[in-house]
């Protein structure tokens, strides 16, 4: 089974927060089995189910050892959502 995820990480009163939010992504991209996307807004995840869920949460698990408060905003949905649709 397949699955999408969409992470957001917000680092709270971090003076580094983009050093937080890169190496955040960077040790996800370490994985070479899923497949990590980002943009502007958020970071998407896609790959085998408990594959991709299994280190999403090892690396939210990380930033919440490591750092004082960090929030993270994060949709997760069955399938393969990475090849976008054509519009009818």
Same mark, same amino acid.
């Given at each position: 089974? #397949? +699955?999408? &995820?969409?992470?957001?990480?917000?680092?709270?009163? %971090?003076? #580094?927060? @983009?050093?937080?939010?890169?190496?955040?992504? @960077?040790?996800?991209?370490?994985?070479? %089995?899923? @497949?990590?996307?980002?943009?502007?807004?958020?970071?998407?995840?896609?790959?085998?189910?408990?594959?991709?869920? #299994?280190?999403?949460?090892?690396?939210? @698990?990380?930033?919440?050892?490591?750092?004082?408060?960090?929030?993270? +905003?994060? #949709?997760? &949905?069955?399938?393969?959502?990475?090849?976008?649709?054509? %519009?009818?």
């Amino acid at each position: 089974m #397949k +699955i999408s &995820i969409e992470i957001s990480l917000y680092p709270l009163a %971090e003076e #580094k927060f @983009k050093t937080e939010i890169w190496a955040f992504i @960077k040790r996800l991209r370490l994985v070479s %089995e899923l @497949k990590v996307v980002t943009n502007g807004m958020s970071t998407q995840v896609f790959g085998d189910y408990d594959l991709a869920t #299994k280190h999403v949460m090892a690396e939210i @698990k990380h930033v919440h050892q490591t750092l004082n408060a960090a929030v993270f +905003i994060c #949709k997760f &949905i069955g399938g393969d959502r990475s090849v976008v649709e054509a %519009e009818t």
